[in-house]
């Protein structure tokens, strides 16, 4: 599995030029008026990761597999969205099908670019999108609250607990914070899931900066970052113009004008990265003659459970996991090598799968 991205933001602030720029493709418009992305447009990219590559060449690996990200781009936000202002209804809707939220930043002086709001202010911008979440939320929670009521009446104990959750949200929002703040039990957090709250979201500020700022940053990009700190949120700094550029190159020349420009790699792999680490994700692999691929899940998760992304019989019918560690397996030069020197193990249903793990499971059908 990958996962789904929002990429959100008011218009004009660089949203469909990243879009298009990530995905290498020209399915969002971009265009200087508001709204020029209707539909939700939906790209996925391959997640950039050198060990896969390194793992393929010792293995001799014919087919290369990473895994994938799904973008999606969503109308623009104005302020009264949440009221059905602009495509607010639209907007709110889609938002509510991502894992995660790429809230865009406009952290750049242009002036033939027109912000919707006539200034550059990229902390006030994310405060208008919190906003109108905010007050989707609490719309929200006061319709199911009162549809409650009479489950209540006859003390239905998922309505009892779907009730003070919400209650929980809504005094949270009445503070002007997010849901997400709300600290939500291990008994809860299914049916915390379950309401489906925008601001639960987890969000991930881009600041889209001019191409001379996006080895360092600006001002702009350094108050967000400030804001992001604050929030325990997490902040990466991108020039959408850059990553356009980029996408018209090969790989050669990619490399080259990064490195004129300063610039160790190229945003689409920090922006992914930032993501992985807010959603608490991490990478599994599995090596062979034919393919070499690469596996998401989340940090934690169980071998049973890992081998049932690739296949729900694999977990089902688990036996072990056949595990290399990803630095043994290169040191050793592959899996003979690694079975050699006494680096291959063999783990149970109880073993957590660790980051770069090279696994091989065995399975009964």
């Keep these: 599995m990958g996962f789904k ?40 990219v391959n997640v950039p990761d050198q060990r896969l590559e390194t793992l393929a060449e010792i293995a001799g690996s014919k087919q290369i597999i990473p895994t994938r990200m799904t973008f999606v781009d969503i109308a623009g936000l104005v302020k009264g969205a949440s009221q059905g202002e602009g495509l607010g209804n639209q907007f709110l809707a889609n938002i509510r099908e991502v894992d995660a939220i790429a809230h865009v930043l406009r952290c750049f002086e242009d002036g033939d670019v027109t912000h919707v709001e006539g200034r550059v202010d990229p902390v006030a911008d994310a405060e208008v999108i919190e906003t109108e979440l905010m007050l989707a939320d609490l719309e929200s929670i006061e319709k199911r609250r009162a549809g409650l009521v009479r489950k209540l009446k006859g003390n239905d104990k998922e309505a009892v607990q779907q009730d003070r959750l919400l209650s929980e949200a809504q005094a949270m929002l009445e503070e002007g914070k997010p849901a997400r703040l709300v600290e939500v039990s291990e008994d809860d957090v299914k049916a915390w899931k379950g309401l489906q709250l925008l601001t639960t979201k987890p969000i991930l500020y881009v600041c889209n900066v ?156």
Aim: net charge negative; aromatic share 8%.
């Design 210 to 365: 001019d191409e001379g700022s996006a080895a360092e940053g600006n001002a702009f990009s350094a108050k967000v970052e400030a804001m992001a700190a604050e929030q325990g949120a997490a902040s990466v700094v991108i020039s959408a113009q850059i990553e356009e550029e980029i996408s018209q190159l090969d790989a050669e020349e990619a490399v080259e004008f990064l490195e004129e420009l300063g610039l160790a790699e190229a945003g689409l792999a920090r922006l992914i990265r930032a993501g992985y680490e807010l959603l608490h994700l991490e990478t599994y692999f599995t090596v062979g003659p034919k393919e070499a691929r690469a596996w998401t899940i989340k940090t934690g998760t169980s071998a049973p459970k890992a081998a049932g992304v690739i296949h729900g019989d694999f977990e089902k019918g688990f036996i072990r996991a056949e595990t290399i560690a990803y630095d043994d397996f290169v040191a050793c030069n592959g899996e003979q090598g690694a079975k050699e020197a006494g680096k291959m193990r063999a783990e149970g249903k109880a073993y957590v799968v660790k980051d770069g793990d090279v696994l091989h499971f065995l399975f009964n059908t």
């Design 5 to 44: 991205m929002g990429i959100v933001g008011l218009p004009n602030v660089g949203k469909s030029t990243l879009f298009n720029a990530l995905t290498r493709t020209a399915a969002a418009q971009a265009a200087n008026f508001p709204f020029c992305t209707i539909e939700p447009n939906v790209g996925e």
